[in-house]
């Protein structure tokens, strides 16, 4: 297991810097004081592909040697580092194939295609993702970028939090989603070594609890297919991201769906922010318990915008 | 006819500062690539109330000397200016109340009375906005603070130019929504001392086209009444908006109620960010016409994002 430190979180930093946005934290004083804290919101959503995928998917593909790069890379992904994968092998002028399951969202296909990437669909099974891929990888020869087992991957997420912690300075907490544990990998070890005093929370919807269960097992209990409007948490833990989530992070909030949903729609009223439903968790959990966070400075990382608009979830509870 | 110079914008943008966000510029390479010119916004949908309208506002109301502020402010809007004005009186601690056309959007009446304002509200037609915000003047007192025939008001709003000036860099081109001309009037007031060959357009729909016909008659032509998505684009230019309009503003723009619901769909999308249908004009206009700013660096003004989830045009189209 190749662990990544620090000094990868800074090489990937001056290696993506050319093919990402360093997006803005923002606030909102209304969010304070519906939440009697100070809320920092890193906005990934208006990253490159609509996700901060772009950054670890950026720092792998621009890492591999020409020979390595030569027959492309592939993937297996629900969509968002589908989609950074995508843009950073166009970016490098390299072929790339993604395995998506059957229920990805609309918006993220066709951002693939958009990019110039080729899909190919599965059933929504960890299982069925990794059988599709095995058979794609001995097909075209293309180099393996794991969504979140990857330590360049993880090494190019860590740049999110060296970010944040540039633009917000010291915080109290930091709360992420997790779902196969990159990003918040990611952040610990971006601040592990910036900020050791500043608390790591994961958050997750209790519908897809898998991080959580496995925080208070002490041992990965991995979920399977797990059915949650916010389709970006679907993934569990692996053994690279179990090495910083168990070491690092204080715990993982658990929301329910409506809980995400309400606070998906305050970040698009009150913020001005499209953000799927995948990035409205970490909000959720401090909309559920303030007083956890009570006069806190929070930075919190808004993952992505990639929603469908035909398919908002208020239009379906209306 | 107390016209506004550079050093007032200077002033306001000293005023407002500890009040109003510094908003972000943000660019997309997608949209780049869609035009053939490279596009700058400024994201005043990420402002203060969800609008460029609290730097105007804002800088009206910390002008007031106390006695001036003891009866509070008063004003008519279809909105925005109403959910600023509000706000920068709660942050002065004074009172305020809004004359609003019946037709008004929920979410900006619900954002006035969040901030503490009273509404009261008219006929959708500026006749009764006028006459009615006068009877309210003469009961209680309150200062009138006119949407955009004001000089402090358009101070005020120079001071998004100012930032953008700044924060981009020198601009071929600027595009602004008009409805009664603050904002562009103030556009030109900081771009015509700061960046004098920046070619400054207006953008409006075709259903509301009074700063279209006025400038090419060259004298105010009023609309009455207009009926258009763009409902922050009703109003008409005035004496003080026109001095700026008629000298400085090289064209107005007009594009279809199709075209403004097509521009406003592709930021959503593509830049993540919830705007209001009066901030696609400017998109719509570049997307009707791309040869005409071809190669170009265009600034656009994002001008608010007080939008009506419940009520999204592409529900009704679809």
Chains 1, 2 share one sequence.
């Not at 901060?52 to 890492?63: E, I, S």
């Not at 005093?197 to 919807?205: C, D, H, K, L, N």
């Not at 690279?240 to 070491?247: A, C, G, I, N, Q």
């Not at 309400?262 to 990035?279: D, G, H, N, Q, Y």
């Amino acid at each position: 297991m190749n662990i990544p430190g620090f000094p990868d979180a800074q090489a990937a930093a001056r290696r993506i810097a050319r093919w990402t946005h360093r997006t803005p934290v923002l606030t909102s004083s209304t969010l304070d004081r519906l939440t009697g804290a100070r809320l920092l919101f890193k906005c990934e959503n208006l990253q490159k592909a609509g996700a901060f995928k772009a950054r670890g998917a950026t720092n792998a593909v621009f890492t591999l040697d020409d020979a390595q790069a030569a027959h492309g890379v592939v993937t297996h992904s629900s969509g968002n580092h589908a989609l950074a994968l995508a843009r950073a092998a166009h970016c490098r002028g390299i072929p790339c194939t993604v395995v998506m399951p059957e229920n990805a969202n609309a918006a993220k296909r066709q951002g693939v295609a958009r990019y110039g990437g080729q899909v190919i669909s599965c059933a929504p099974t960890l299982r069925a993702r990794e059988q599709t891929l095995q058979a794609l990888v001995a097909r075209t020869g293309g180099h393996f970028v794991h969504p979140y087992d990857d330590s360049r991957v993880i090494a190019g997420q860590a740049t999110c939090a060296l970010e944040l912690h540039e633009q917000a300075g010291p915080l109290d907490t930091v709360i992420a989603p997790v779902s196969g544990g990159g990003l918040i990998s990611g952040t610990a070890l971006a601040l592990g070594e910036l900020a050791p005093a500043t608390r790591i929370y994961g958050a997750e919807p209790a519908n897809a609890d898998d991080a959580h269960r496995s925080l208070h097992a002490g041992h990965i209990i991995p979920g399977d297919a797990p059915e949650t409007i916010a389709d970006g948490l679907r993934a569990s833990l692996s053994p690279l991201t179990w090495h910083f989530v168990s070491r690092q992070v204080a715990d993982v909030l658990l929301v329910t769906e409506a809980e995400i949903i309400t606070a998906m729609r305050r970040i698009w009223e009150i913020m001005k922010l499209v953000v799927e439903p995948s990035s409205a968790v970490a909000l959720a959990a401090v909309l559920k318990a303030p007083e956890r966070f009570h006069g806190q400075r929070v930075g919190l990382i808004l993952t992505g915008g990639n929603v469908d608009l035909d398919a908002l979830p208020w239009r379906m509870t209306l």
